[in-house]
């Protein structure tokens, strides 16, 4: 796997682990507290690898020193947030120290006058946004764990999510780290500053890093203010193409970004609404677009969403839904949002993926995925966010099938699902990252030389491969 | 300076690139045509270096085979786009190669359904815009170069501008890159995708590195759709604290946020309307701002400047002026865009800077620069894009002071300047960049452990140190 080799954590160590941190946060010989930090979200339990140690630093120089302790010892460091991930980001593959942020959980300052607010890697994501609504600001970061993921995990995994379309995704909203290298120096990047061209742009690079390059202490996060009204509409189409054709033209014939626009396919919606018990109110509708708009100005939003509605059924769609209120608009969400748990039910065994193409060639991926999803006698819903062309095509293991059978063909399944992805000019990955779940496959996305670029630059971060090893590609 | 030394350019390398990209794509041996290839847009003298050759690719498999002759044979390159930026990011400071883009001047698609422009490097960038409008659509970058910069110079160095506040600098819209690296591969980054966490962010690292990581051939650049009305507000204030603070007021009370909020200082304003030969409406004004918003609907628009006008009258404004018409506008934009002109009519000798602040705390900078200007004996007028705290404060050498004197005084203001900056929580550069006219004071807004980490990826992607030497930070 690599070439690099790890020395095992022995009690020298563990005490002076101790004495850097307190002796209470450092967790060691207790299988039992240890095995929650062996894996993240993923179900699959051979993706799981468990820590020698955990180790739950308050600041950022502990976590120095500790960095400067494993070079000089060879341990391995993983950095964790809330283990919500789905990539395996913040399992210690390689075993050694699991370095645990749920300490540094403070929101350190809220600067209503430079529209900032700066934040421990450790703060719940949704804690954010509660603490600025009585200010008129909000975070537009917003992945679907909102509810449970720490902030630290969505910048280093540069969490996606539902709103990107208007808002883009996390690293749209990092301005600032502070971030503690893998020979443990501790450094400052950007600030409270809207722009910044001072040597290579680093805190667009250690976002998305997987936890490789360095554990950030400080963030600094640049605000919007907050949209005072929401809009969604539910619109059920004939076909995909239909669903897929409107997106573009909601842009520049409508001239209006929504907040978000999410896709179901036939199957999800339908397996969506069985789950739920509700009456589907469309049999024949072969795709569903749910449509979110925000701002300021109910009256304008009116407009907008009279022009989209429009525009749909001017474009094939067989009906339109308004919800202009809480009650209709969390009806309409319950169908997007329980389509992961209603494929649950169905069968739990699953590869929950997060593929991404130009938003034009959804319509030319889903007979491809249907496709592999006859070949491989499996269950493939694809659901998502249109707007941003990136889909779950969940790979779900039919009952009928054995366990044996699945771990053999999955695999192969993934290289395929992979392999068209691309050949529509798409990516394996545009929310969940790469972790050691889709290393193998990272040669399928990036050319050779790429990937023995981002090695090189790995290795400039961190010449003993201390930090987070195995992930993203093999070292070696 | 650097201990990488470099072999000139003899007879048989010039054969070699003649049959590269053609003889009469290579000049060599002629020094007056060679000197524009020296310099940018920066006025001094003394930051120009004349190329040994200049050469003139049209595909990237030509700039691949001139890097892998670069490195073979031990030659530096520097690539070149207009030749407009501001801190010496096209001079070739070593000799070598300057490698004009020139000739790959064409928008190669518009994507309308993905919402896509995909463009050679040396595209100026406004010709992208005009070629877009009649399809509704627009590139949100716009430096204030626009009518004669390329895209791919705005790339290099992270263009900011004028509309960032609403809509980003440069790096928000480049989703995918076609890059010669410094070792002469080609690799392709992104593509036509709004997501993509595929291993490090290696497109927003190459955003910004002012041609030191590698040069690009193509550029993919995500569009918006084209707002169709503006409207202009000029507002006097007494004071610069009182100017600055409706700024975050109008985001947060108003719940807008405005294309452009442009500052001017006192000095600034009433330079350029002496200059302009036109009446100053307040003479008692001690600050003015320039705020632009724009939409698609133009009641929604009239509220909202109606908003920001009544949150400036309440917050200590003189005086509204708005402009709705292309006439005003052009009026009150005049007066900003002619600052820069009127002090060189005052006098040419200056020194150009964009040094960035948080917004809050412009009006705790404008002082100390005052300050800087009564104890160097210079005139340092103020004025630039307030929304992004980023401030064109440009040091203006009086008339009466000797050209010896202002060349020996100059660094000592500059760092000083800088050291002001970097004391409020700025940076030294929000726009224009670093290339070899502030490298030797990078290490006041970078920490060395920084430093040192930017140079080894620089090293990473360029082990003989071969791709436009000399710039950002010094490598030995």
């Known amino acids: 796997m690599s070439h690099y080799t790890y020395n095992p954590i022995n009690s020298s160590i563990v005490d002076e682990l101790k004495s850097i941190v307190g002796a209470k946060f450092v967790i060691f010989g207790e299988p039992e507290k240890i095995e929650p930090y062996s894996h993240d979200e993923i179900a699959e339990k051979h993706y799981a690898h468990m820590p020698e140690a955990v180790v739950k630093p308050r600041t950022a120089e502990e976590i120095s020193k500790i960095m400067k302790l494993a070079n000089r010892e060879n341990v391995p460091v993983t950095p964790r947030g809330a283990g919500s991930g789905l990539s395996g980001g913040a ?20 600067d209503k006058e430079n529209l900032v607010v700066v934040v421990e890697p450790g703060v719940v994501t949704n804690e954010i946004n509660d603490k600025l609504k009585a200010d008129g600001l909000f975070f537009a970061g917003y992945p679907m764990s909102v509810e449970s993921c720490f902030v630290g995990g969505n910048v280093a995994e540069n969490a996606g999510g539902g709103r990107a379309v208007k808002y883009g995704v996390t690293e749209r909203y990092i301005i600032g780290l502070e971030v503690v290298t ?26 998305g890093s997987e936890g490789t390059l360095g554990i950030f202490t400080k963030i600094y996060i640049k605000l919007l203010p907050l949209p005072t009204e929401k809009i969604d509409l539910l619109v059920m189409f004939k076909d995909v193409e239909s669903a897929i054709r409107i997106v573009p033209t909601i842009m520049t014939m409508g001239h209006i970004i929504p907040t978000s626009i999410e896709f179901m396919d036939k199957l999800s919606f339908q397996t969506s609404y069985k789950y739920l018990n509700e009456h589907l109110p469309h049999e024949d509708a072969g795709a569903m677009l749910l449509i979110e708009i925000d701002g300021n100005n109910i009256e304008q939003l009116e407009k907008e969403y009279e022009t989209i509605g429009e525009l749909c059924l001017q474009n094939d769609a067989i009906d339109v839904f308004v919800a202009d209120n809480t009650t209709t608009q969390e009806r309409v969400w319950k169908v997007r949002r329980n389509i992961a748990e209603a494929f649950k039910v169905y069968s739990p065994v699953q ?27 499996v ?12 889909l779950h095509a969940t790979i779900v293991k039919k009952p009928e099938m054995s366990i044996e059978k699945w771990n053999e063909l999955l695999p192969t399944i993934l290289h395929d699902l992979y392999e068209k992805t691309v050949a529509c000019g798409g990516t394996i990955s545009g929310e969940h990252g790469i972790g050691h779940k889709r290393k193998e496959f990272i040669g399928q996305a ?31």
């Open 379 to 390: 269950v493939i819903p694809c659901y998502g966010h249109a707007g941003d062309g990136n």
């Open 91 to 110: 399992v210690p593959l390689h075993g050694g120290i699991s370095l645990s942020l749920e300490r540094m959980n403070e929101i350190l300052e809220i």
């Open 351 to 377: 590869s929950l993926e997060d593929i991404v193409v130009p938003v034009a060639s959804i319509p030319k991926i889903l007979p491809e995925i249907e496709k592999l999803a006859d070949k491989y006698d």
């Open 446 to 476: 990036l050319e050779p030389a790429t990937i023995e670029l981002m090695r090189r630059v790995k290795l400039a971060f961190d010449p003993k491969n201390i930090l987070n090893p195995g992930k993203i590609f093999n070292i070696d």
């Open 182 to 207: 893998p020979q443990g120096d501790i450094i400052h990047l950007g600030g409270k500053l809207s722009k910044n061209v001072v040597g290579y742009d680093f805190i667009k690079l250690m976002v």
